[in-house]
């Protein structure tokens, strides 16, 4: 049932600010559980945030005050994954315990659970509501369900070992699921009956798969994994049957524990076990920044539907929600400039060349650097800020 009141004198504090003050990206802290963050997620047109948390509860927030709503409380162990429905009648979690809990997330009553044969690793809704797809760990399955009969449709056995994560495409008419035994399956569900056939497995990686997100026109599917990488394949075209997928990497010194798309899929958020966030251009094939800030391990991230924040959840017991609506200000990472290649241009000064990166344009690179710094004046550039 959820709480208005804890007994704990920091559950009822608002959001603090906690950034310097020429800080690109301004960064609000959430503060309330006891212990690690597992998952995040936006609800009620962003202006909701729920989490699931190691301290065995669910939480819901104001995203815009940051002050908790309210505690669902029911698990007995170690809450796992959480997911809010389109239409923000139930939330869905599971956990340790074994068990895949659907809440109403008005009353905090639980109105159906189901006891798996392991951990639930996973959980989502499709997107009209209608059903849910959850994972768990000793038997490796995936089941889905009829969320108002709370009655099992079918329970999938595709892989060999634990499923990790697991999605229903926009359409809904398809189910991803990555797994430790290095591959991801979609599997179709078409009509909802007896015939799911996985029509695609992938594998490309060299450690466990720990999350996927489709972009939101399926025309994309990316994979992030303990092997440090992010893979991008392209399903509408599936040039990556004779060409592989496309790999984002150095990006992450340690696993990267989930990613997900915008809701344009022109960029994608990664987080890791080194303690960072890192934003992808997904045109461009590039890591633009990074975000620090956490002290613990990142076990979540998600984009609000207008794009102009990020949350991610952490071991170090906090929520954080990051404003990136001035990213496009931030100059992308050096490194990946130089991993796209350069190309060379003629500073319209002193007409000597100098190299740009591929994806620079050249209009708001006319002078080189020598003559930027001998004539800041005549020749000034917009300062950049890396303070985050």
Same mark, same amino acid.
């Given at each position: ?12 504090? %608002? ?14 802290? *959430? ?26 509860? *669910? ?20 809450? $796992? ?27 905090? $009553? ?18 009209? %509501? ?98 440090? +990488? ?6 509408? $075209? %599936? ?55 956490? $002290?613990?391990?990142? +076990? ?14 952490? +071991? ?44 620079? @344009? ?22 950049? @800020?890396?303070?985050?």
């Amino acid at each position: 049932m959820p709480s208005e009141e804890d007994s704990d004198s920091d559950v009822q504090q %608002g959001a603090t600010w906690e950034h310097q003050s020429l800080a690109q990206v301004k960064i609000k802290v *959430l503060r309330g559980h006891k212990d690690a963050v597992n998952s995040c997620s936006f609800a009620f047109e962003d202006s909701k945030i729920v989490t699931a948390s190691h301290d065995k509860t *669910l939480r819901l927030w104001d995203a815009n005050s940051g002050a908790q709503v309210n505690v669902f409380k029911g698990h007995d162990s170690y809450v $796992t994954c959480c997911h809010t429905d389109p239409n923000n009648a139930r939330i869905a979690s599971g956990g340790w315990d074994k068990r895949l809990l659907v809440w109403d997330i008005q009353t905090g $009553t639980i109105l159906w659970e189901a006891m798996n044969e392991g951990i639930v690793t996973s959980c989502h809704f499709s997107h009209d %509501g209608r059903y849910l797809v959850n994972s768990s760990d000793l038997d490796f399955a995936v089941s889905v369900w009829d969320v108002r009969e709370g009655s099992l449709i079918k329970k999938l056995f595709n892989h060999k070992s634990t499923v990790t994560c697991c999605r229903f495409a926009p359409s809904q008419n398809r189910i991803c699921t990555t797994s430790m035994d290095r591959t991801t399956k979609i599997t179709d569900m078409l009509t909802f009956t007896n015939d799911y056939n996985v029509t695609l497995t992938m594998g490309g990686h060299i450690n466990v798969i720990s999350s996927c997100s489709f972009s939101s026109d399926e025309h994309l599917l990316a994979t992030g994994s303990w092997d440090k +990488n992010i893979k991008i394949w392209d399903l509408a $075209t %599936g040039v990556y049957r004779n060409h592989g997928p496309i790999t984002l990497s150095k990006g992450h010194e340690g696993s990267i524990s989930a990613c997900n798309f915008s809701e344009d899929g022109g960029i994608l958020v990664s987080s890791s076990y080194d303690e960072t966030l890192v934003i992808w251009d997904v045109e461009n094939c590039c890591q633009k920044f990074a975000l620090k800030g956490h $002290t613990g391990w990142v +076990n979540d991230c998600r984009f609000s539907t207008d794009q102009k924040w990020i949350i991610s959840c952490s +071991n170090d017991k906090t929520v954080r929600m990051w404003n990136i609506e001035s990213s496009d200000d931030i100059p992308v990472v050096l490194e990946h400039r130089k991993n796209i290649g350069l190309r060379i241009v003629q500073c319209q000064n002193c007409s000597k060349p100098f190299s740009i990166a591929q994806l620079d @344009d050249e209009q708001n690179h006319k002078y080189c650097v020598f003559c930027r710094l001998e004539h800041p004046s005549e020749f000034s550039a917009s300062p950049i @800020d890396f303070n985050m």
